[in-house]
């Protein structure tokens, strides 16, 4: 398949094991947040999203948690698969003069070990 | 339900020439967004249509522009094809909320020789 990006910050997880990607992102202001999933010759899939006003939530198999003071947001895969091997985008909402655009994250490559 | 659909899924082009990408987003979203995504380079944001109108350009030259059609469809116009523009070319559709995620296809792939 073809790659969505090259040097690429890689994390390999045997499956089953919990997976942690992290990510720094760079505006104060951001208020909302996003984290999408690429596979290989697709579009980045939604995973979850969480608003400023929290700073923890939860879906199936994956929690997101956001820490404002140092401008740091993290996704937590549980119980990991085959499947998720990916690649990670975050993204935030730098809410301008009144647009509305993400700016999305180099990406983290997620491997997952059979 | 169908998901936001990109055609072509791959183009090829000669430096020069002009490209045209189509997007249909999903049934009910008013806004379009277009995004490139070079070999290295990540998401970059190009081209905001909202009801019919560009809402918002990223920085990109002006041979990047599109058009959003009455039934929400958007078109990607590149003219002047140069050998950096070839990347995927991802179409992503919003129902217009503030705060609401963007559903994105899967993309066209343009490579200019």
């Known amino acids: 398949g073809e790659s969505v990006g090259l040097h690429l910050p890689t994390l390999s997880v045997q499956e089953g094991d919990n997976s942690i990607i992290n990510c720094a992102y760079s505006n104060s202001a951001s208020d909302y947040f996003i984290w999408y999933k690429q596979e290989s010759g697709k579009g980045p899939q939604f995973i979850i999203d969480?608003?400023?006003?929290?700073d923890k939530r939860q879906g199936q198999r994956v929690t997101v948690l956001l820490n404002k003071t140092v401008k740091h947001l993290s996704l937590q895969i549980a119980a990991t698969q085959p499947g998720d091997s990916a690649v990670y985008f975050c993204?935030?909402?730098?809410?301008?003069?009144?647009?509305?655009?993400?700016?999305f994250g180099k990406g983290t490559k997620l491997s997952v070990i059979p | 339900e169908a998901g936001v659909t990109q055609s072509p899924t791959h183009l090829i082009k000669t430096r020069g020439q002009q490209a045209t990408l189509r997007c249909s987003p999903i049934?009910?979203?008013?806004?379009v967004y277009w995004y490139q995504q070079a070999l290295g380079l990540g998401l970059q944001f190009l081209l905001w249509?909202?009801?019919?109108?560009?809402?918002n350009r990223g920085n990109f030259p002006p041979r990047f522009s599109g058009r959003q059609f009455p039934n929400y469809s958007s078109e990607l116009n590149v003219n002047a094809l140069e050998l950096e523009d070839s990347a995927l070319y991802l179409c992503?559709?919003?129902?217009?909320?503030?705060?609401?995620?963007?559903?994105f296809g899967n993309g066209t792939r343009l490579t200019v020789t």
């Open positions: 969480i608003r400023s006003n929290m």
């Open positions: 992503a559709s919003s129902p217009g909320q503030y705060n609401s995620p963007l559903h």
């Open positions: 049934s009910g979203h008013t806004s």
């Open positions: 993204a935030e909402n730098m809410r301008g003069a009144g647009s509305y655009q993400l700016t």
């Open positions: 249509y909202d009801e019919g109108e560009e809402r």
